[in-house]
Nanobody, 126 residues
Framework: QVQLVESGGGLVQVGGSLRLSCAAS????????MGWFRQAPGKEREFVTA?????????TYADSVKGRFTISRDNAKNTVYLQMNSLKPEDTAVYYC??????????????????WGQGTQVTVSS
């Protein structure tokens, strides 16, 4: 059974920081890109960031979080992290981690991911 379990969400003040974790287990064999998406009430799920597992690893970020968020992964622990700094009220959303087989060269579309966590709530208050 594949499981992606997010943790680390919570309530934080504007300008504060949080670190989200996503522990993956039971993934079938293969090389996966790990990504983070978020969804606010009444809005579409949007791409946040992704990290490949290729020899020449790469990361990509949505413009809205570039310079503030950092994705990283610990392959030994099958865990991916999202460090969020300088948080804004607009960052309030449920954050989801996702895993997808590494096809293609871009990974910013939800349809490219095969497995999803249940999400963790991040609330940024002013």
């Amino acid at each position: 059974q594949v499981q992606l379990v997010e943790s680390g969400g919570g309530l934080v003040q504007v300008g504060g920081s949080l670190r989200l974790s996503c522990a993956a287990s039971g993934l079938p064999g293969g090389r996966y890109v790990m990504g983070w998406f978020r969804q606010a009430p009444g809005k579409e799920r949007e791409f946040v960031t992704a990290h490949t597992a290729r020899t020449w690893s790469s990361t990509t970020y949505a413009d809205s979080v570039k310079g503030r968020f950092t994705i990283s992964r610990d392959n030994a622990k099958n865990t991916v992290y999202l460090q969020m700094n300088s948080l804004k009220p607009e960052d309030t959303a449920v954050y989801y981690c996702a895993a997808g087989l590494e096809y293609g060269s871009t990974f910013n579309f939800a349809r490219q991911y095969n497995y999803w966590g249940q999400g963790t709530q991040v609330t940024v208050s002013s």
